[in-house]
């Protein structure tokens, strides 16, 4: 039950392939992709040793949206390419002449403005996923008293929300290298008596290994 040697090393080394992912050419992608499943994989370990479903939900939950803001993404772009004329409107700017803002904003106005649109529902959906990933790292501090997590998952919100003005993937940036390093941290076996003994998983006060109801708030299993 408390064994957390497995999260450790998914963890760790899953966050470190999505950090340097996007530095490896060709296969970047693909070191990225494999990295967040690790870490994925890592934190639904974590949740089952510490017994805690929500550590895993919220982190979902995070993955989730993380995903769909990169699907809102291209999709409106894409919309928005389809309504100022596709690959027509691509053929006809290799006529165009360019010589002041007006000029440049008479082609490429409405598409900037699709792609604000794009980029401001992606910002948005990010803002939203970090506050559950921000949740998920907080129990996982709570439970393994890796205070670090608590750091990583609040530099993610902040980061997240700030964005829009560019410092975010600074903070982005640390928050990543400080989740490398948190992983790293975890002990191989749960602190206290959190590692000891079956506990509720809504209440999370001990119960007998073969109870089906919790005796304290009635939780099912």
């Known amino acids: 039950m408390g064994d957390l040697s497995n999260a450790k090393t998914l963890g760790g080394i899953g966050a470190l392939l999505s ?5 490896i050419p060709y296969a970047g992608p693909i070191v990225s992709i494999l990295g967040l499943v690790m870490v994925f994989i890592a934190v639904k370990s974590i949740s089952e040793t510490t017994n805690k479903e929500d ?13 769909i803001s990169i699907i809102a993404l291209f999709m409106i772009m894409l919309i928005g390419f389809g309504a100022i004329g596709g690959f027509t409107w691509i053929q006809t700017l290799q006529d165009i002449e360019i010589t002041n803002f007006e000029s440049f904003w008479n ?8 792609l604000l649109i794009a980029l401001f529902v992606a910002w948005i959906l990010t803002v939203i996923g970090s506050v559950y990933l921000r949740r998920s790292y907080n129990q996982i501090a709570e439970e393994t008293n890796i205070n670090l997590f608590r750091t990583t998952g609040t530099l993610y919100f902040f980061g997240a929300i700030t ?12 928050a990543r290298v400080l989740e490398i390093i948190a992983y790293f941290s975890l002990p191989d076996e749960l602190p206290g008596d959190k590692a000891s003994g079956r506990h ?22």
């Not at 082609?107 to 699709?114: K, S």
């Open 107 to 114: 082609y490429f106005g409405e598409f900037m403005i699709y």
């Open 200 to 221: 509720c998983p809504n209440c999370d006060r001990a119960i007998p290994e073969d109870s089906m109801v919790c005796p304290y708030c009635g939780k099912n299993f």
């Open 163 to 174: 964005l829009i003005v560019l410092i975010g993937f600074l903070l982005l940036l640390v």
């Open 19 to 23: 950090l340097v992912g996007g530095a």
């Open 55 to 67: 550590i895993f939900n919220n982190y979902l939950y995070h993955f989730l949206l993380s995903i």
